[in-house]
């Protein structure tokens, strides 16, 4: 457990912010402001200063509902860069530019953190359709295709935790909202490398997600693209579904990963 440091003048405010975030990233999930200071021995109002300003730069993300706290998207990014000894993010962005620049493809990068799927990058198409959402922002796992992909990369039992065992929303009318049908699937996105929806989270929207892998085959991330169904005729799960395949490949080779 992180324990406050004697800092060196004028750097305490530095050493408190990184405690806070070290007791955020160590709870897993949602922490509130009093658990926080309790296990820093710090006064609330320091610690509420301190997520404040980390929250207001993306470090951690505040539960509008519970006022607690998580680690955010910055961090995770900030993460998986670390771990994984290269620009891992900036790889991930320049496939991303590139699939939205050339294939006019709305594109993501999404991880699980804590039970939930949140969005690291996007990187939006300039086109007369935009599918836009916030880099720290959650996705559903069951109507998604980087939902899908997360997980497959977990074992069933693992999966249908995450899930639960109630119906689950249906986001559309093509929304699978059975769990055991959405864990049944899974099995043929292991087997093929991919994740394929159709119209399950947006109407009229179309998306394909593929696996980022390290070194030992882990999977990382998702890398996924969505676009919109009636637009452009050459556009389809079949034809799109190589060129994230193939950008999710690159980005797993450049972290030392496998291809599939």
Same mark, same amino acid.
């Given at each position: 457990? *992180?324990? *406050?440091?004697?800092?060196?003048?004028?750097?305490?405010?530095?050493?408190? !912010?990184?405690? %806070?975030?070290?007791?955020?990233?160590?709870?897993?999930?949602?922490?509130?402001?009093?658990?926080? +200071?309790?296990?820093?021995?710090?006064?609330?109002?320091?610690?509420?200063?301190?997520?404040?300003?980390? #929250?207001?730069?993306?470090?951690?993300?505040? &539960? +509008?509902?519970? +006022?607690?706290?998580?680690? !955010?998207?910055r961090a995770l990014a900030l993460? =998986? &860069?670390?771990?994984?000894?290269?620009?891992?993010?900036? &790889? =991930?962005?320049?496939?991303?530019?590139?699939? #939205?620049?050339?294939?006019?493809? &709305?594109? /993501?990068?999404?991880?699980?953190? !804590?039970?939930? #799927? %949140?969005?690291?990058?996007?990187?939006?198409a300039e086109g007369p359709v935009a599918i836009k959402v916030a880099p720290g922002s959650e996705m559903p796992l069951h109507s998604t295709a980087a939902g899908k992909v997360l997980l497959a990369s977990q074992t069933d039992a693992e999966a249908r935790k995450l899930l639960g065992h109630g119906k689950l929303p249906a986001i559309t009318a093509h929304t699978i909202t059975d769990p055991a049908a959405v864990i049944a699937s899974l099995a043929r996105v292991r087997k093929q490398g991919y994740a394929t929806v159709a119209e399950e989270n947006i109407r009229g929207v179309l998306s394909i997600g593929a696996p980022i892998r390290d070194r030992t085959g882990k999977v990382l991330a998702a890398l996924s693209v =969505? /676009? *919109?169904?009636?637009?452009?005729?050459?556009?389809?799960?079949?034809?799109?579904?190589?060129?994230?395949?193939?950008?999710?490949?690159?980005?797993?080779?450049?972290?030392? !990963?496998a291809a599939s």
């Open positions: 457990m *992180p324990r *406050p440091l004697k800092a060196a003048p004028g750097s305490q405010s530095l050493e408190r !912010g990184l405690d %806070v975030l070290e007791v955020v990233e160590a709870e897993g999930g949602d922490i509130g402001v009093r658990e926080i +200071a309790r296990r820093l021995e710090l006064s609330p109002t320091i610690v509420q200063r301190m997520v404040t300003s980390l #929250a207001r730069r993306g470090y951690v993300d505040r &539960n +509008a509902e519970t +006022a607690r706290y998580r680690l !955010g998207y993460g =998986a &860069n670390s771990e994984h000894g290269s620009d891992y993010i900036g &790889n =991930a962005r320049r496939e991303l530019e590139l699939l #939205a620049r050339g294939q006019s493809l &709305n594109g /993501f990068i999404s991880v699980l953190h !804590g039970g939930r #799927a %949140v969005y690291l990058l996007a990187v939006q =969505a /676009f *919109p169904k009636y637009l452009d005729a050459s556009q389809t799960l079949q034809s799109v579904t190589p060129l994230v395949v193939e950008a999710a490949h690159r980005i797993s080779r450049a972290v030392g !990963g």
